[in-house]
């Protein structure tokens, strides 16, 4: 038999003297691209990678979520301590403008008295008060003995004018302060404790 020739279903001879062509041995090419296993290994990777950023969104998503509702809750706890707080400087308010408001009419109460008693003394003659000296005598007397009671209905008016105090006072920044610290430990320690 000669060389690359085949009857039937023998395979040909694999002859180290076949033609091999004017340069030598042919170059097979092989088709450029990815064989099956490369393939099937990119494709579980797409896969991985997608499945994995949807649950990281999802995860992200909900911890977001979560952390808004937490700064929604900590908002909402420091307007409360800001009523709360606004509600107390009320109430003293109220309660120093009647201590104050009692101080004046026992003051009164006892200028009027004063005023009553000397009324004799007014007019009688030559060198005698008139009724503006002794009153004024009279304010002078108990206004002087009473002073801090004068000094808490001042103070008293002060702070009902004042129209709200201040929300900048260094006791109101501290309890909000330490209002919304406790409500972040808390809110941290819930969320170590749910994961």
């Known amino acids: 038999m000669t060389a690359g020739m085949t009857f039937g279903n023998s395979a040909p001879d694999a002859s180290p003297y076949a033609d091999e062509g004017p340069y030598g041995t042919p170059v097979v090419h092989k088709k450029a691209g990815l064989t099956r ?5 990119i494709a579980v990777a797409g ?4 499945g994995g950023g949807t649950i990281w969104f999802q995860v992200h998503s909900a911890a977001v979520a979560k952390d808004e509702k937490e700064a929604a809750a900590l908002q909402i706890q420091m307007k409360k301590l800001e009523l709360e707080e606004m509600r107390i400087r009320n109430e003293q308010a109220s309660t120093d403008k009647k201590a104050a408001n009692a101080s004046a009419e026992k003051i009164q109460a006892a ?4 005023v009553k008693d000397s009324s004799g003394l007014i007019g009688k003659g030559f060198g005698s008060p008139s009724r503006g000296e002794v009153v ?22 002060d702070a009902g004018n004042a129209g709200g105090g201040g929300i900048n006072s260094p006791a109101l920044l501290g309890l909000v302060a330490g209002g919304g610290l406790a409500v972040a430990v808390f809110a941290r320690k819930g969320k170590k404790a749910d994961a």
């Open 47 to 50: 896969v991985a990678i997608v």
């Open 111 to 114: 200028v009027d008295k004063c």
């Open 37 to 41: 296993r490369g393939k099937i290994a």
């Open 136 to 157: 004024a005598d009279c304010k002078q007397q108990y206004e002087t003995t009473d002073g801090s009671g004068m000094q808490a209905a001042g103070s008293a008016l």
